[in-house]
């Protein structure tokens, strides 16, 4: 077994785990956490805002995620699907996430690609969120 590979599966399952798990624990209004203060001071959503519930509905089955930002809901459920995958190719003695070596593992990594993934990532719900408060879509 790839012991690094390993460790990416079982980060990318309990990543994606963390946020189910305390959708679990608060309650369905998911209001335990104080007001965004990126909200309070631009009158506009945050990337995250809306997650809490989002989460909270979701762990309950509730098809109201979706008025909230469940976009990070699909983000987490698609860390612990890829990190259920990679622990399994991992137990075959496949190594899925690092195989890529040498040229071609430079090229994808970039810093440049790196970033524009992040901002990727952090853009795609930020849109989700601003959409849902009427601020980009009626």
């Known amino acids: 077994m790839h012991a690094h590979e390993r460790r990416l599966g079982l980060l990318l399952v309990a990543g994606g785990c963390l946020p189910f798990a305390a959708g679990a624990l608060v309650g369905e209004d998911g209001a335990v956490l104080p007001p965004c203060?990126?909200?309070?001071?631009?009158?506009?959503?945050c990337p995250l805002c809306g997650a809490t519930r989002a989460f909270a509905l979701a762990t309950r089955g509730d098809d109201r995620m979706w008025q909230f930002n469940a976009a990070w809901v699909l983000v987490a459920a698609?860390?612990?699907?890829?990190?259920?995958l990679v622990l399994a190719a991992s137990a075959r003695g496949r190594a899925p996430l690092t195989a890529a070596r040498g040229a071609l593992a430079a090229h994808l990594a970039t810093p440049a690609r790196v970033t524009?993934?992040?901002?990727?990532?952090?853009?795609?719900?930020?849109?989700?969120a601003l959409a849902q408060a009427g601020t980009i879509a009626p």
Do not use: D, E, K, N
């Not at 901002?119 to 849109?127: D, G, K, N």
């Open 78 to 84: 698609a860390a612990v699907l890829t990190g259920a």
């Open 116 to 128: 524009a993934c992040i901002a990727l990532a952090l853009l795609v719900p930020w849109a989700y």
């Open 37 to 45: 203060p990126f909200r309070s001071v631009t009158g506009l959503p």
